[in-house]
C-alpha cells in the first residue's frame, strides 16, 4: 500500500512562491500517476494538478496554468508542485493522490490514494 505526506504549505503573500513536497512510501509509485488537488473552506476538492509515471505528461487546471509546475523524482519517491504567482484564491488545503490509471486523470474518483493535506494561505 502506498502512503502519502505532503509539507511545504504556509503562510504567504500575494505574488509569492511556495513549493509543496509530496513524500511517498509504501509501494513504489513510479508506475502510479499522480496528482494534486485542493479544497478552500465551503468549497468541493478541485484538480490542480496531475503528471505521468515518467513525468513526460502533464495536466493543469485553467486557473493555475502558468503559475505552477508539478514535477517528480521517481528515484527518491518524491512528487512536487511548485507555485508562483499567487493568489488569496489560492488559498486552500493542498492534498498528493496517486492513480493507478492509465491516464493523467483531472477527477478526484480516479485516485486510489490520498495524503492527509497540508494549508496553504495566501494573504492581499
Known amino acids: 500500500q502506498v502512503q502519502l505526506v505532503e509539507s511545504g504549505g504556509g503562510l504567504v503573500q500575494a505574488g509569492g512562491s511556495l513549493r509543496l513536497s509530496c513524500a511517498t512510501s509504501?509501494?513504489?509509485?513510479?508506475?502510479?500517476?499522480m496528482g494534486w488537488f485542493r479544497q478552500a473552506p465551503g468549497k468541493e476538492r478541485e484538480f490542480v494538478a496531475a503528471i505521468s509515471w515518467t513525468g513526460s505528461s502533464r495536466n493543469y487546471a485553467n486557473s493555475v496554468k502558468g503559475r505552477f509546475t508539478i514535477s517528480r523524482d521517481n528515484a527518491k519517491n518524491m512528487v512536487y508542485l511548485e507555485m508562483n504567482s499567487l493568489k488569496p484564491e489560492d488559498t486552500a488545503v493542498y492534498y498528493c493522490?496517486?492513480?493507478?490509471?492509465?491516464?493523467?486523470?483531472?477527477?478526484?474518483?480516479?485516485?486510489?490514494?490520498w495524503g492527509q493535506g497540508t494549508l496553504v494561505t495566501v494573504s492581499s
Open positions: 493522490a496517486a492513480s493507478r490509471t492509465m491516464v493523467v486523470a483531472t477527477s478526484a474518483g480516479r485516485y486510489e490514494v
Open positions: 509504501g509501494r513504489t509509485v513510479s508506475s502510479y500517476v
